[in-house]
């Protein structure tokens, strides 16, 4: 009976990371975001945007239609690079862009693959391990170009860590916990994150713009300077991969936001238990929830142009980080009240 | 790059949210400027540069349009003009003609479509004003063969590639920059 | 990794070895997303670069030499296709030159003529140079605006020329065509959507907080510098100069034409941004002015006229469509020499021509506006970050072929 139970208890983690909000979720969305990007993009650009693959759906196949291209394109390995940190780099870049996913909860009978009470902490370490790897990308392909976009990334990580760690404290100050279902509870009796603290949700999309490098943080890619910044010298499938790689941390950041500023599975959070009910619609609220930010922060690219990076570092230091001691301190003084 | 007379930046709010507006005006109305080109195509103005001819009955063999092409796309090639008015090449002769008067050796011009610019200097150096316009612009062809056509092809115009598609008249707008209105 | 390590000897031009350990040079093009068609040198010490050098020709099309083995005439395409953005400007200057030594003098709606076709040029020449800034600094939305922007004046010179861009619309004693019926209030209405676009490029861009950090004070030239410099068009007007070829010797129909000249006093590539919206704002009030004051009359100098054969003079009365007089296609000039001053898109043309009484020109010599901006490029920039090369480069407005010739 008990090994039953261990079982029924594996696969539904199996099917939680590997299907529902894990992989597959995560790359249909990643999907159908980059053809929303692109029509969103063109429709305020006086054109049509992906049209021709699929001309009867609006062309919404287009970023399947490149996905294949990248699978069959001809990988090229640069003769004096890094060769094993450069085949290696791009999976440990998006496996551990997946990884917060495993801490993060889409409802509130969720059963963890690692039990804790501090998946708030676990899952915001983690995204801060992604562009470790990013450097090493930069790093390992030989190229001046992909170098100085490594730098670049590096130089940014480091002044937008802290105001992302300020702003999920802040909130972790009010909400007295740091596991995500109690803050969705708290949420849900008291008010939603982004009205108890709109600064700590401020700081936190611009953190989310910047390190998932959209307009107007695009850096380390700047085209017009860095040729594709850290993937200069990457083709075919690997490519890709770090092409998906931001939109999967997007995604992540996205589903954290929604724990913590937009109330979660907050109408959605019946208290019955089942598949259904229990974890499936719950799961489907964060999901469209998380869904609609992507959509907002990829409509910047349409709006803005891209920073310098000085002027990025700059204002990291200068007012993103006082941003976030302000919102630290809201919260203080609410949870004094509260 | 003195600090003196460094200008100042404006307010950072204002300037956000005009912006983010302005994006998400043309989200909401977006002004679509390209043509759906294969499925609607542009109905080109009559005076429209496009593939030309040569009427052949005007034509006088001046070889003033060769003379005038500026990359060399037109070459005169000979003929031979029977009384019937029937137009040979030189090699078959016109000559055997039962009962016709001796031929007029003569030449016409043949376009080398890969190197025409269609700058229509032909049109104007023409002393008859043989040549004969058309409105057809969308036309590339498979084969290298194809850009020289023989006298007799390049006396048929090529026919329009995307005469099946919708035909739109381009319309100045004040509001929209350009309205593509369906050709009568 | 060694950064310093030559591992492939890209260079065949000059030295790229870079000087102590903490220089970078950067070759960027000619196959960059942000350089053209041709190979910026940067030699950077750490984000700041120390020296740029241009290595042009990727594109040179041999213009004077095609132009120099070729009758007069042929020339007008030729020049044309150096100046894609700018045919008008190419052609009219090689006319006003030819006309010189032909000694022919166009009529007057000929010239109002050719200051019309002129703006409406400079305008979609202003577009691109911004829509390519746009790009430069990251914003697809400007690019795509200014490049569909330019389709409704694109669409006005194929009304009044028959072709999009490559026009050949002015010929030795006038223009080609009359302004077909229509043309004004299909003019008119564009002018206004041009008008009320403005607005929204400021929102969008002009004013964007983005753009004015990326420009403001990146690539300051004074006045000084840039008239030492040898700067020309509106990159010299941004740094504060007053001077317009159209005012100081002017040719067509400016004389007659009120219009100011716009100017600026910082010299940024902000300026330099804002002085493109100034000038196209100029060039919508000059074809209001021309639509409304156009003289009626011939398009063609009645030298040029009389020589038409009668077919020839059927068709102007019925298409009104001028023909070209024999002559043209054996044009020998006397020996003689002129030069001629046209203000372009991007500044001055410079033409000079040198007939010898042969069919084709002595010699053919003209300098681009490209080319005269582009040592002022590699001046400027040095001293400023990476990120600041495109924005410099975007807001001069450099068109490779332009300066390659």
């Not at chain 3, 997303?33 to 041709?38: E, Q």
């Not at chain 3, 008008?195 to 490029?201: K, L, Q, S, V």
């Not at chain 3, 054996?330 to 002129?338: D, F, H, I």
């Amino acid at each position: 009976m008990g090994i039953l139970l261990l079982i029924i208890w594996l696969i539904q983690d199996l099917l939680y990371l590997i299907v529902f909000p894990g992989l597959i979720v995560a790359m249909v969305l990643v999907i159908l975001l980059i053809y929303l990007e692109r029509k969103i993009a063109a429709k305020v650009q006086m054109r049509f945007g992906p049209l021709y693959v699929s001309r009867k759906v609006g062309g919404a196949l287009q970023s399947i239609s490149d996905l294949l291209r990248f699978s069959f394109q001809e990988f090229i390995l640069p003769v004096g690079s890094d060769s094993i940190a450069f085949l290696m780099a791009p999976g440990f870049m998006f496996a551990f862009a997946m990884m917060p996913l495993i801490f993060i909860p889409v409802g509130p009978y969720y059963s963890y693959l690692f039990p804790s009470t501090l998946t708030i902490l676990f899952s915001v370490a983690l995204i801060t391990i992604t562009p470790i790897y990013a450097i090493i990308v930069g790093w390992a392909s030989d190229n001046k170009f992909s170098f100085i976009g490594s730098l670049r990334e590096a130089l940014l990580v480091i002044s937008y860590e802290i105001p992302l760690l300020l702003s999920v404290i802040a909130m972790v100050i009010v909400y007295k916990t740091l596991n995500y279902i109690p803050a969705v509870a708290f949420q849900e009796t008291h008010l939603p994150g982004i009205i108890l603290n709109p600064i700590a949700a401020l700081v936190f999309i611009i953190v989310a713009i910047r390190s998932t490098g959209r307009f107007p943080f695009d850096i380390t890619e700047a085209d017009s300077e860095l040729v594709m910044g850290l993937y200069t010298e990457y083709s075919a499938l690997f490519f890709g991969i770090g092409m998906a790689t931001p939109y999967i941390e997007l995604y992540a950041l996205s589903l954290i936001f929604s724990l913590l500023f937009l109330g979660g599975w907050w109408p959605a959070s019946g208290h019955a238990t089942g598949l259904l009910a229990g974890l499936f619609m719950p799961g489907v609220m964060v999901i469209i929830k998380a869904f609609i930010v992507m959509i907002v922060l990829v409509f910047l690219r349409a709006v803005y142009p891209r920073y310098r990076v000085d002027q990025a570092i700059r204002s990291g230091w200068e007012r993103i980080i006082y941003l976030g001691i302000i919102a630290v301190i809201i919260s203080i003084l609410e949870a004094i009240i509260i | 790059m003195s600090d003196k007379g460094k200008r100042k930046l404006r307010g950072n709010i204002e300037g956000n949210a005009r912006a983010l507006a302005t994006g998400f005006k043309y989200l909401v109305e977006p002004n679509r400027m390209t043509l759906d080109y294969p499925v609607e195509s542009m109905k080109l103005a009559p005076n429209y540069r496009g593939f030309f001819t040569v009427d052949d009955k005007k034509c006088i063999g001046c070889s003033m349009c060769e003379m005038v092409c500026p990359p060399e796309a037109i070459t005169m090639i000979p003929r031979v003009i029977s009384t019937t008015g029937y137009t040979l090449p030189v090699q078959q002769g016109a000559t055997q003609e039962a009962g016709a008067k001796p031929a007029k050796k003569t030449k016409r011009p043949v376009v080398n479509w890969g190197r025409c610019i269609y700058c229509y200097f032909c049109f104007d150096i023409c002393p008859v004003d043989a040549f004969v316009s058309s409105n057809i612009h969308d036309l590339a062809f498979y084969n290298d063969a194809d850009y020289r056509p023989s006298y007799e092809e390049y006396l048929k115009l090529p026919e329009d590639p995307v005469k099946k598609s919708k035909k739109v008249i381009p319309k100045p707008d004040i509001k929209r920059g350009i309205k593509y209105e369906p050709a009568p | 990794m060694n950064l310093n390590e030559k591992v492939y000897d890209i260079s065949e031009v000059g030295s790229i070895e870079p000087e102590g350990d903490r220089e970078i040079v950067l070759q960027i093009g000619p196959a960059h997303p942000g350089s053209g068609h041709m190979r910026i040198k940067a030699w950077m010490d750490g984000d700041i670069i120390t020296k740029v050098d241009a290595d042009i020709g990727f594109v040179h099309r041999t213009s004077e030499w095609l132009s120099e083995r070729r009758q007069f005439i042929k020339a007008i395409p030729i020049v044309e296709r150096i100046m894609l953005p700018d045919t008008v400007h190419a052609n009219l200057a090689y006319v006003l030159a030819l006309e010189k030594i032909l000694d022919v003098e166009p009529p007057p709606r000929a010239q109002y003529l050719r200051s019309l076709a002129a703006e409406i040029n400079r305008i979609t020449s202003h577009l691109y140079g911004i829509g390519l800034f746009g790009i430069f600094l990251g914003s697809s939305t400007v690019y795509m605006w200014a490049f569909g922007d330019r389709e409704p004046f694109i669409d006005l010179m194929e009304m009044l020329t028959g072709a999009r861009i490559t026009n050949s619309y002015i010929v030795p004693g006038g223009v080609r065509w009359e302004m077909p019926k229509g043309f004004k209030e299909k003019a008119e209405s564009t002018l206004q959507y041009m008008e009320n676009r403005f607005n929204d490029y400021n929102d969008m861009w002009v004013k964007n907080p983005v753009v004015e950090a990326r420009t403001v004070n990146v690539g300051v030239v004074d006045r000084n510098r840039a008239i030492k410099l040898g700067v020309v068009g509106p990159n010299l007007r941004a740094s504060g100069v007053d001077y317009d070829t159209r005012k100081a010797s002017p040719y067509a129909a400016y004389k007659d034409i009120d219009f100011e000249v716009p100017r600026m006093d910082h010299g940024d590539t902000y300026d330099r941004l804002l002085i493109r919206i100034e000038e196209i704002k100029q060039s919508i009030r000059i074809i209001r002015q021309i639509l409304k004051d156009i003289p009626e009359g011939k398009i063609i100098a009645d030298s040029i006229y009389s020589q038409l054969n009668p077919v020839m003079k059927k068709v102007f009365e019925q298409q009104q469509r001028v023909m070209f007089p024999a002559f043209f296609n054996q044009m020998r000039p006397a020996s003689a020499e002129s030069i001629a001053r046209v203000e372009a898109g991007r500044g001055e043309i410079f033409f000079y021509l040198r007939t010898s009484g042969d069919k084709y020109p002595y010699r053919f010599r003209w300098v681009t506006p490209s080319f005269r901006n582009l040592a002022y490029f590699t001046d400027v920039a040095v001293g400023y970050k990476l990120a600041d090369l495109p924005a410099i480069y975007g807001s001069i407005d450099y068109f490779p072929p332009e300066a390659d010739r």
